[in-house]
């Protein structure tokens, strides 16, 4: 089970590395210019002022100090239910190595943001979004610490299923929003996706693996 487990991780790392490296080309030569106009205005034709309001809500959330405060609760929670603070160094390093990685990143590639249907103002450069990036390595650090204490699939199951949707709906806010293209949100994903995996391996083998 755990050479199966192993492989998957590795397959997950190989494919989230390669769909960066391809998105990160495209946004350099400029050719993903259609795919982000096309899925964005798909996105954005759904615009009304009641999902405005939920759109604001997970962007909200998905940066700046809502994040922290949320993530601090989080962290308290699983000190208290958990008692081990082994996983909240985890967390916290998954979650500080996310925002410096996406500061060297956005830094090297320079990406501006959009300028047309901006419903929110945004600073900084645009590649790739850190509340995507933020919000898969979250939920994803939360999920796996999580499914290790949960002992049904049924519970397992849900919380896959609300870690997912939050990720979504964090990523889908900023396109809705006017402060990313898709790309940027994509990107996140699969550069958290490449962190995180290879944070939960160093994880599992110098921490879990050794714990008596």
Request: hydrophobic residues 55%; positive net charge.
């Amino acid at each position: 089970m755990f050479k199966i487990k192993i492989s998957l991780a590795l397959i997950v790392l190989i494919v989230c590395t390669l769909g960066f490296g391809a998105i990160s080309l495209f946004v350099q030569d400029n050719e993903i210019r259609n795919f982000d106009k096309v899925i964005a205005a798909w996105i954005q034709h759904w615009e009304t002022p009641a999902l405005t309001v939920v759109m604001k809500f997970f962007t909200t959330i998905g940066g700046g100090l809502p994040l922290i405060l949320v993530i601090i609760t989080a962290m308290v929670v699983l000190y208290t239910v958990l008692g081990h603070r082994r996983e909240l160094v985890f967390l916290a390093g998954v979650m500080l190595g996310s925002t410096v990685l996406n500061w060297a990143l956005k830094t090297l590639f320079h990406r501006a943001r959009p300028v047309i249907h901006r419903i929110i103002e945004a600073e900084g450069y645009s590649f790739p979004s850190g509340h995507s990036m933020a919000a898969f390595s979250f939920y994803g650090a939360l999920a796996f610490l999580i499914w290790r204490h949960v002992p049904t699939s049924l519970g397992r199951s849900l919380m896959i299923v609300l870690s997912t949707l939050f990720i979504l709906a964090i990523g889908i806010s900023r396109i809705y929003l006017g402060v990313h293209y898709p790309s940027d949100v994509l990107g996140g994903y699969f550069v958290s996706g490449c962190w995180l995996t290879a944070s939960i391996l160093w994880y599992k083998k110098n921490v879990i693996d050794r714990t008596p």
